[in-house]
C-alpha cells in the first residue's frame, strides 16, 4: 500500500463516528448472560460483596456503552438505570423459554442442558435483552446484539420483533424473524421458518410488513409467512414448506398433501387447509 492509500485509509478512520466495537458489545452480552445463569459464567464467585460488584461493574460497562453511542449525556444513567431495571422482568421471561423449550424438545434431558447447549435459548436471550434496548432507543448496539446471535446460531430475529412469553426455538437454523413482527404466548417455530416481508420498499419501513403469530401456533420447519397484514390464528399449525401471504384462521392445519395422478407417475402438492371447531 502506497502512503496516499494509507493515509485515505487514515482520514476513514478520523472520519468514523464513535460506537462500540463488536467485541466489547459481545462481552458485555455474554457476561451479563452469565450474570443471570451461572451456567454462563466463566468464574465462581465466593462472596456476596464479589458478586455485588460484578453487577455495579455491568452498569458502568453499560453507560460507558451508551456513550460510545453518542447519546446526550443526560439520557445515559436514565437509559442504563432503565435497563437494568428490567433485568428482572428479562429472567423472568427466560425462565419462561427454558421451560418452553425443554418441553417442548423430546431430546431434552434437563434446563441446564437447554441453558448450556440449545442454540435457541441464546438467539431468545439476546434478543430479549437487545428488544429492551431497542425500546430504549439505543442506537446500533441492539441491532449488533442481534447480529452476534445471528452469526452464533443461525438465528436472525431483529430486535424489534415483539415476541411473547414461553418462547421455542428447536434446532433454529436459517429462522428470519422480521422486524414489526408480533409473536404471541406459547410460540413454537422450528429451523428455517421466515417470518418476513411482502413488499422491501424502503418507503414502508416505518409500516407493519412482518406477520403477526398468535398463541399457541406451532411453525414446521421451512414454513415462510409474509406480509404486516398476515395473521396466523391462535391454536393453528402451519406444516413444512407452506407459503402463507393471508390470514389463518384460529384452530387451522395448514400443510402439504403429495397427490399422485391415475396412470402416471406425476406427482403434485395440494395445499389443504382445514379448520377445527
Avoid at 97 to 112: F, H
Wanted: proline share 5%; hydrophobic share 35%; net charge negative.
Amino acid at each position: 500500500m502506497d502512503e496516499k492509500f494509507i493515509r485515505k485509509l487514515y482520514a476513514k478512520h478520523q472520519e468514523c463516528p464513535d460506537c462500540p466495537s463488536l467485541k466489547i458489545v459481545t462481552e458485555f452480552f455474554e457476561d451479563l448472560l452469565g450474570t443471570l445463569f451461572p451456567e454462563f459464567s466463566d468464574a465462581p464467585f465466593h462472596d456476596f460483596k464479589s458478586f455485588e460488584q460484578h453487577v455495579v461493574d455491568l452498569k458502568s460497562r453499560l453507560q460507558k456503552l451508551l456513550i460510545f453511542c453518542e447519546l446526550q449525556s443526560g439520557d445515559v444513567p436514565s437509559k442504563s438505570a432503565a435497563f437494568f431495571g428490567k433485568i428482572p422482568t428479562i429472567y423472568q421471561k427466560l425462565l419462561k423459554d427454558i421451560d418452553a423449550l425443554e418441553k417442548g424438545d423430546p431430546a431434552a434431558k434437563s434446563q441446564q442442558e437447554v441453558i448450556r447447549t440449545y442454540p435457541g435459548f441464546y438467539a431468545i436471550a439476546a434478543h430479549r435483552f437487545a428488544h429492551e434496548l431497542e425500546l430504549l432507543e439505543v442506537p446500533i448496539v441492539p441491532r449488533m446484539l442481534s447480529e452476534h446471535a445471528h452469526s452464533h446460531t443461525g438465528i436472525d430475529i431483529h430486535p424489534g420483533a415483539s415476541i411473547g412469553e414461553y418462547f421455542c426455538i428447536d434446532h433454529g437454523t436459517g429462522i428470519v424473524i422480521g422486524e414489526t413482527s408480533l409473536i404471541g404466548n406459547h410460540v413454537k417455530i422450528y429451523q428455517g421458518v421466515t417470518l418476513g416481508a411482502l413488499s422491501v420498499r424502503k418507503e414502508d419501513a416505518t409500516t407493519k410488513r412482518h406477520p403477526t403469530i398468535e398463541d399457541h401456533v406451532v411453525l414446521y420447519s421451512g414454513a415462510t409467512i409474509l406480509g404486516g397484514e398476515t395473521v396466523i390464528g391462535h391454536h393453528s399449525v402451519i406444516g413444512g414448506n407452506v407459503w402463507i401471504t393471508k390470514s389463518i384462521e384460529p384452530n387451522s392445519k395448514v400443510y402439504y398433501q403429495a397427490k399422485m395422478h391415475h396412470g402416471t407417475d406425476e406427482e403434485h402438492d395440494l395445499l389443504i387447509y382445514k379448520t377445527e371447531n
